[in-house]
Every structure is written in structure tokens, then in C-alpha cells.
């Protein structure tokens, strides 16, 4: 309903089909895959440094992540990239809003109960 609706308020309207539809959902989740993927590269070495330092490896904690930030780089650069057609030129930003508000939404619990954040931290690290 959502997708639809931005294509009505767009002025898109006459391209609700479903290829149309799985063409655009999946572009959009690719995008937030990208975004999961280039954090997770610039976290580890952080990650590492600070809860497990003796395990700590250049080439494994710096060197590897930075590489695969450097290939991230690149599709994230050609989703920005101005001249994309509508709807694609505004997923990255839908992509970095719902960023935003995830990160807004987990410093709002973080406050509000400040035991969350070591509690979760610990079951993803032990697993």
C-alpha cells in the first residue's frame, strides 16, 4: 500500500504492476543491504580493538574491511549519482532516512533502559 501510494502522490500512478513493483522493492532492499554491509565493515576494527584486543589482526580487522569498503563503495556511488530515474533517485535517501530514524529509535531505548545496549551486545557476540 505504501508503494503504491508514493507512486499516486508522485504522480506515478499508471505503473502499479507487479514486475514494476519487485523491480523497485528489490532495488530498495539492495540499497539497505549496501548500507548493512559498508557498516559492518567500518564496526569491525572498532569492535575487535575494544572487546577483543588479543585477537586483534591488522590484515583480518583493518586491512580486509577496509578493502570491502572500497568495493561498497562503488554501487553505493552509482545510486547516488545524480540523473537516476524516479523513483531510484530518491531510494538512497528513503535508505539513509530510515537510517536515521533506526539509530534516533535505538538511542531512545538505549536511555530509557541503559542495561539494553550490553544486553544485546552480548547475545549477538556470543552467538
Known amino acids: ?53 588479543a585477537e586483534f589482526n591488522i590484515i583480518k580487522h583493518v586491512v580486509l574491511p577496509a578493502l570491502g569498503v572500497a568495493a561498497i563503495a562503488v554501487p553505493i556511488y552509482y545510486i547516488f549519482k545524480p540523473g537516476q530515474a524516479d523513483p531510484y533517485n530518491w531510494f538512497p535517501w528513503v535508505g539513509l532516512g530510515l537510517i536515521a530514524v533506526s539509530i ?19 547475545i549477538v557476540a556470543d552467538e
Open 1 to 53: 500500500m505504501v508503494w503504491a501510494l508514493g507512486h499516486w502522490i508522485g504522480g506515478n500512478g499508471g505503473s502499479l504492476d507487479a514486475l514494476n513493483f519487485f523491480f523497485e522493492s528489490s532495488t530498495m532492499g539492495t540499497i539497505l543491504i549496501l548500507f548493512v554491509y559498508l557498516t559492518a565493515n567500518v564496526a569491525l576494527p572498532f569492535y575487535y580493538r575494544r572487546y577483543r584486543p
Open 104 to 122: 534516533l529509535y535505538s538511542i531512545w531505548l538505549v536511555r530509557r533502559d541503559p542495561g539494553l545496549g550490553d544486553r544485546v551486545g552480548s
